[in-house]
Nanobody
Framework: QVQLVESGGGFAQPGGSLRLACVGS????????MGWYRQTPGKQRELVAS????????DYADSVKGRFTISRINIKNTVYLQMNSLKPEDTAVYYC?????????WGQGTQVTVSS
């Protein structure tokens, strides 16, 4: 059974930074396009960043472009999301999953709260 575990969330002030990590229980991360998603109460989960095999073709939602950077280390089954210049509207629970997402792969997510 595949398990994706997100970590690295927390509190940050506007303009601050956080680095999220997603570790796969088995070698799923290194053979699929992976993405970071986020969800706020009452809204649908949205894809904010994706990265292709081998770390190529990163893509970002317009709302985070220029501020977030996605990366992956396949031999560690890990995907990262470096979040800089954080804004209050980045407050959400962040998840990783394949792109497109596989419902069975959703983990618990990690809460990111941006507030002064």
């Amino acid at each position: 059974q595949v398990q994706l575990v997100e970590s690295g969330g927390g509190f940050a002030q506007p303009g601050g930074s956080l680095r999220l990590a997603c570790v796969g229980s088995i070698s799923v991360i290194n053979i699929y396009v992976m993405g970071w998603y986020r969800q706020t109460p009452g809204k649908q989960r949205e894809l904010v960043a994706s990265i292709g095999l081998g770390g190529v073709d990163p893509d970002y939602a317009d709302s985070v472009k220029g501020r977030f950077t996605i990366s992956r280390i396949n031999i560690k089954n890990t995907v990262y999301l470096q979040m800089n210049s954080l804004k209050p509207e980045d407050t959400a629970v962040y998840y990783c999953n394949r792109v497109p997402a596989v419902p069975e792969y959703w983990g618990q997510g990690t809460q990111v709260t941006v507030s002064s």
